[in-house]
């Protein structure tokens, strides 16, 4: 957890994004940063500027933490953001991919048309994890799939080796095609691909991660109380990532 203590404010955690991605790990160590870089756009920059806010990404956590004043002082506990939030904002990371993760991870490469959106406006809670990825998608022949997606069929997931075109008639079972992974868990597929127009992201990447300050999709993926206070500890969602390995 990040604090940062002085004489007049305290730096809290907002939130926390925790990324699992089982290429990207050993037993002793977690590296994902080593395959993605993560920054606000600039949206966002000016967000953090105007509220006292700031980002960390290390190891495979995204924590955005801010400057807090004491709800009802001198008790030091709950605080609240020293400087209000008036109105709705949202808090837009870029993920950007480094030489190696494409080739870790199943994820379709489609920046020029397609682009992951990940967002606490979804409503993904599995297993103790709050997940700001969507519920995978379930296998529709009639639709075409790039290489790299993942999708959903009769409890499994599969992930395409090359792209499938609908009109090809290529069955889910076809192993030239789709390879089998294991049973459904809840993890980034072709449910999270946007439009890159829709998504509009101010800089070339392959996924975002929206974070707003309301509007969620039920109390877990709130960053605030119905006070506008802090959550002490602070919320954590999770981006799960399928390794090819």
Known sequence: MM??????????????????HSGFQTLKENFFADGVVIVPDERTQKIFSNYKM????????????????MFNPPT??????????NGDIMLRFLLKSKDDFFGKTYVAVAGS???????NKVNNTSGGNVFLSAPVESYVSA????????????????????????????????????????????VVSNADLQDVAVVNADDKCFGVIDMYNSGTANNSYNLFDVSEKLFDPAPVFTIKFESKF
């Open 3 to 20: 604090l940062i203590d002085s004489v007049d404010s305290v730096y809290r955690p907002l939130f926390s994004v925790r990324f699992i």
């Open 54 to 69: 700031n980002y960390r990404f290390y190891t495979n956590t995204l924590t955005c933490f801010m400057q807090c004043a």
């Open 76 to 85: 030091p506990e709950p605080k609240v953001p020293s400087i209000k939030i």
């Open 113 to 119: 048309k397609s682009v992951y959106q990940f967002t």
């Open 143 to 186: 639709k075409d799939y790039y290489a790299g997606t993942v999708v959903q069929d009769s409890g499994n997931l599969y992930a395409s080796l090359t792209v499938v075109k609908a009109a090809d008639n290529i069955a889910i079972s076809n192993g030239s095609y789709w390879k089998q992974l294991q049973a459904v868990e809840q």
